[in-house]
């Protein structure tokens, strides 16, 4: 009996030296290029993780951190299987890196990992959740500019002619 007890708790044991926390996905992908730049980048694991010993943190190329620094297990989540966070809105195009941070709920181990992804476009969100191209903008906005421009003269060359026919 004292076989099977030691047996089983061995058997047990094993399987939580073995159980640590990996990588399922993440938002965005390793080595994915995005053209719109991500709000918030996602690390989902396999176990459920330690709220205050787990981190997420991204990096440009430069090697500075770009993120809000609010890099956590995400408290949306209730599995506490997701890691999250916050990147500010203008995230240049680039290369960035992910350093994720994982300290196991289910056997007390920490996992580390990076990844990258590219940013190709510069378009945006801007606050409200709509989105922003900023060169578009730019040049609509000389267009805009231009096009009252030429309005205004048109009307200051009709109103000129106007005014010299009537004295005749």
């Known amino acids: 009996m004292a076989a099977a007890a030691a047996f089983l708790f061995s058997i047990r044991h094993a399987q939580s030296v073995y159980a640590h926390s990996d990588v399922v996905k993440s938002e965005p992908g390793p080595a994915t290029e995005v053209e719109t730049p991500p709000r918030k980048v996602y690390v989902y694991l396999d176990e459920a993780t330690d709220s205050v010993f787990s981190s997420l943190v991204v990096f440009n190329e430069a090697g500075n951190q770009v993120d809000l620094g609010d890099g956590r297990a995400d408290p949306a ?84 002619k106007g005014s010299g026919g009537s004295e005749r």
């Open 77 to 160: 989540d209730d599995e506490g299987k997701r890691l999250v966070a916050s990147l500010p809105p203008g995230l240049e195009p680039g290369k960035y890196t992910v350093r994720w941070r994982a300290l196991s709920r289910v056997d007390g181990h920490e996992t580390r990992g990076e990844f990258q992804f590219s940013v190709s476009g510069s378009l945006d969100l801007d606050e409200s959740g709509a989105e922003v191209r900023r060169d578009l903008i730019a040049w609509l906005s000389a267009g805009l500019t231009a096009l009252i421009l030429l309005v205004m003269a048109a009307q200051l060359i009709f109103s000129l």
